[in-house]
């Protein structure tokens, strides 16, 4: 089925409405019969025998909100909606008037009327200082984005050289048209690193309203690396906290402080190893904090900030700057036994939890946010590719957070049920203190996976995935597609454009790379950017033109 015609692509374009005078001397008609309907109105509804013979009012298809949030005001009184009533209808009837008399009216739609779309694509990898050595099979991918605070048109990117080798960092100042590209040497052996950072895992990347970027390297341990452009120098690399040596820590979340230039917050997840490898026992595992004040240079002694229980794990942490200023951390727990079946390529069912801080010392008890998939997809013709993990062509991995206007936070993530392809979505309403159901909100009659979620300045919430929706069984390639849905009304409808593809991602693989999630990585990003939203993703042959994969940028704008 062509995903573009399937039911849920729901377009909301509404267009003004205007209405111009061909109707002069009518007006101040208009306006006495609205107040005389108003007044009528008003009476129906304050009579006590036709109020409570009033229709139930029908229930919305948006995604619910945590009880605790539905509602951020008191409701009216009972007698001022009447009255309120009144003043709406003769207001409109005062606008009518004004319309017939000959002066035009432009009454326009919801400010979420216009869906962004897709305007242009470009190529975000490419040459750069790399060493030869780090970059013999010119493949990139697990591209991060972020967009800087006070300058709308700057954006920085980084990425992953040579399956998980080394890393790049890319710029643009003209809101993605351009790229420029420097290596962040210090975070790879490879360019000139120490050695023990062989291999590079989950990049994940911030900025500051004064300029800096920031990248949290995973390599076993965790470095934060910062620079004022991502395409130029970049800082030797800082491992904050004490890690013991025969312990390991991943997921390196930077989050600037807006209020204090300079400042920056890390966490990070710490395990314990009772066990050797390749299935390790963890004892316990938790989030760690600490903070630098001097744009991540040095950082201050590490604080918990959640533990999980004896026997259970804490994976794939994320940080976010909630609406009202808190640090916002989201992460899976899973019991350790239950975390083998990821090693052997099950589908593994994580559950989320959220936890606050206003200031990185004290932290919220953790609250359930809904659950996460771990979810490998082998090739659905059962092809043994070259470089594939074990048989797991792609994978879903990790869940993706988001924040947004007043109060707004999202989590989406992939699932598979009987071969139907799934993203789920959850919300908050408070800043992640609580959370609604998690939710379908797109569905395939293939696998959906990586996907990623940002949410505007108006609160419209922009999806990210890849599918197999229109690959076709038993042809030579893999058909592959990027794309891209947005809600206007908390998921009650959706308006899906396609970004890229089909790629070929059988194609994408080389047998000589080692990988963190396959080809395209474990994860792809999305950024809400002024009118619009763009993604940053992993495409392979023949979109890809220079080695087995390229990154691009995806630009879409209210249309």
Partial sequence: ????????????TAPAFALSGALPGLGHGVMLASVACAIALCWFLWSPGTRAK?????PSRALPLPRASASRGKALPPRAIPQLLVVVIVLAGAGLSCACDGVAVSVPAAEHSKAPGLIWTRVVSGPSALPEACRQQRAESFPQIVQHPLEPQRLSVVYFQDGNLSAVGAASTD??????RAPISDASACAGGPDRRDRLFNPLIAASADGWVYFGASHGRVSAHASVDAAGAWNRGVEPGTLPPEDSAENLNLLEDPQQPGRVQALWTQFDYPAPEPFPLFTSSALRTSASSDHGRTFGPDRQAARAPLGNLIIN????????GAMLACYDSVPALMLINSFTLRRTAFSVFCTRSNDGERWTTPVPAGPSVFLPLPDPEGVETA???SGGIAFSAKFDLATGPDGMAALVHADLQDGVGQLKLALSGDGGRSWGPSAVVIERDAPLFMPAVAIDAQGGIGLFWYDWTRDRA????????????????LGASWTVRHLAGPFDLRAAYDATLGYDGGALGAYQDLVAMSEGFGAVFTV????????????????????
């Fill in 540 to 559: 392979g042959p023949p979109l890809a033109t220079d080695g087995g994969t390229d990154v691009l940028f995806a630009r879409l704008l209210a249309e």
């Fill in 317 to 324: 942490g994320r940080l976010a700057r909630a609406s009202d």
């Fill in 387 to 389: 470089g594939a993990e």
């Fill in 175 to 180: 809101g993605g048209h351009s790229w420029w």
């Fill in 54 to 58: 009033l229709p139930p009012r029908r």
């Fill in 1 to 12: 089925m062509n995903p573009s015609t399937m039911p849920l692509t729901i377009d909301p």
């Fill in 474 to 489: 038993g042809d030579e390639p893999l058909s592959t597609d990027a794309w891209f849905a947005w809600s206007a009304d």
